[in-house]
């Protein structure tokens, strides 16, 4: 079975052709995952476990493993000849490589997603969302995720995946073991609108609004309850992983805003989280809202900004929606 490179996908494989610099910027992105990649499975041997003394923009305590992933992304996409702008996580302040004049894409990413489960060695990611620069030449980042021209992650797991979309479909590839290449193991990933799985931290049960908590009680009352099936249940504290199993088998994924967290907007970064995946779950024909509205829509106010975030199976982000506005 042939199972072309990433190279040879975007090259040839993708209707309308894509940019050749959208390309560049797409095989830098795949290369900072391959370096962050070999930086987490090495840690221990380098001494790049634990905690740094600093923390970050959101005053969140750092991992060394995020200022270094950070550092690798800036590093090598920074070569990308046509990049005007970076918006990291870790980085308070929007990087400008360039004027707008003379680039045509800004970069948003999260370069290690998850990052509380490094020491315990369960899959972290990267996650990555490219719009294109305002053509009025204005030094603006806050664009709403329906112009996302492509988004994507990198799962580092028992094998390293990196999962994209350039709007025309979800597709997976796994790195080769030796040349690291990235070749094509999943094509046209989509999502079943039916799930009986489900993904929220419920440990923050007692912060919830009431049509979250009514949503997960109905849930787990399985077959003697209301929904009259049976539903398993996932959290692994990762918003990559969850997201990659939603994509390969279903399900839904809730980050709502609670008690302890809406004084933020949330919990995770509509920039470089929410709208990235949101993008990925729409194309593999999920649906992706803050409880009402499509997250795509939401016209960013800040560059950190959080937001709520239910997404997965339509079936099921349409039922919390419903339980949303019925109030
Ligand atoms: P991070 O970017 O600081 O790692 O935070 C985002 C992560 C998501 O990957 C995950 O869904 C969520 O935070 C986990 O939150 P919790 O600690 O409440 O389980
Ligand atoms: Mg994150």
Same mark, same amino acid.
């Given at each position: 079975?042939?199972m072309?490179?990433?190279? &040879?996908?975007?090259t040839?494989?993708?209707?309308?052709?894509l940019d050749?610099?959208?390309?560049?910027?797409?095989?830098?992105?795949a290369?900072?995952?391959?370096v962050? *990649?070999r930086?987490?499975?090495?840690a221990?041997?380098e001494g790049n476990?634990?905690a740094?003394d =600093?923390?970050n923009?959101q005053?969140e305590?750092?991992?060394?493993l995020d200022v +270094?992933a /950070? &550092? @690798?992304? *800036? #590093?090598?996409?920074?070569? =990308?000849?046509?990049l005007?702008a970076?918006?990291s996580? @870790?980085?308070?302040e929007?990087?400008?490589?360039k004027?707008p004049?003379?680039?045509?894409?800004?970069l948003?990413?999260?370069?290690?997603?998850?990052s509380?489960?490094?020491d !315990? %060695?369960?899959? !972290?990611?990267?996650?990555? $969302?490219?719009?294109?620069? /305002?053509r009025d030449? %204005?030094?603006?980042?806050?664009?709403?995720g329906?112009?996302? +021209?492509?988004?994507g992650?990198?799962a580092?797991?028992?094998?390293?995946?990196l999962?994209?979309s350039?709007?025309?479909?979800?597709?997976?590839?796994?790195?080769?073991r030796?040349?690291?290449d990235f070749?094509?193991?999943?094509? @046209?990933?989509?999502?079943?609108?039916?799930t =009986?799985?489900?993904?929220i931290?419920?440990s923050?049960?007692r912060?919830?609004?009431?049509?979250?908590?009514r949503?997960v009680t109905?849930?787990?009352?399985?077959?003697?309850?209301?929904?009259? #099936?049976d539903?398993?249940?996932?959290?692994?504290?990762s918003? !990559?992983?969850?997201?990659?199993r939603?994509?390969?088998r279903?399900g839904?994924f809730i980050?709502?805003a609670d008690t302890d %967290?809406?004084?933020?907007?949330?919990?995770l &970064?509509?920039?470089?989280?929410?709208?990235?995946m *949101?993008?990925l +779950?729409e194309q593999?024909?999920?649906a992706?809202l803050d409880g009402h509205?499509r997250l795509?829509d939401?016209?960013?106010?800040?560059?950190?900004? #959080? !937001?709520?975030?239910?997404?997965? $199976?339509? /079936?099921?982000?349409? #039922?919390? &929606?419903d339980?949303?506005?019925?109030?």
């Amino acid at each position: 079975m042939t199972m072309p490179t990433l190279r &040879r996908f975007l090259t040839s494989q993708a209707q309308p052709a894509l940019d050749p610099n959208l390309i560049f910027l797409l095989e830098d992105v795949a290369a900072a995952c391959r370096v962050i *990649a070999r930086h987490i499975r090495d840690a221990a041997f380098e001494g790049n476990r634990g905690a740094m003394d =600093s923390t970050n923009v959101q005053g969140e305590v750092q991992k060394k493993l995020d200022v +270094i992933a /950070d &550092r @690798e992304f *800036a #590093r090598i996409c920074s070569n =990308s000849p046509r990049l005007a702008a970076l918006v990291s996580e @870790e980085v308070e302040e929007v990087t400008w490589l360039k004027d707008p004049e003379e680039g045509d894409y800004l970069l948003y990413y999260d370069p290690l997603d998850g990052s509380s489960n490094i020491d !315990v %060695n369960l899959t !972290v990611g990267s996650i990555f $969302s490219i719009c294109q620069v /305002d053509r009025d030449g %204005n030094r603006e980042v806050l664009i709403p995720g329906n112009r996302q +021209i492509c988004s994507g992650y990198a799962a580092y797991g028992p094998t390293t995946m990196l999962v994209l979309s350039t709007g025309q479909g979800v597709h997976g590839f796994t790195s080769e073991r030796g040349t690291g290449d990235f070749r094509l193991t999943h094509p @046209e990933m989509t999502i079943p609108a039916e799930t =009986s799985e489900f993904a929220i931290n419920a440990s923050r049960f007692r912060l919830w609004d009431e049509p979250v908590r009514r949503y997960v009680t109905e849930v787990r009352a399985g077959k003697e309850g209301p929904r009259k #099936r049976d539903f398993n249940m996932r959290w692994t504290a990762s918003m !990559v992983a969850d997201v990659h199993r939603i994509l390969v088998r279903g399900g839904i994924f809730i980050y709502p805003a609670d008690t302890d %967290n809406r004084h933020d907007g949330g919990k995770l &970064r509509l920039l470089y989280e929410a709208n990235p995946m *949101a993008f990925l +779950i729409e194309q593999a024909g999920g649906a992706a809202l803050d409880g009402h509205a499509r997250l795509l829509d939401l016209q960013p106010e800040r560059p950190h900004q #959080r !937001v709520p975030v239910i997404l997965g $199976s339509k /079936d099921e982000v349409e #039922r919390l &929606r419903d339980y949303h506005a019925a109030g």
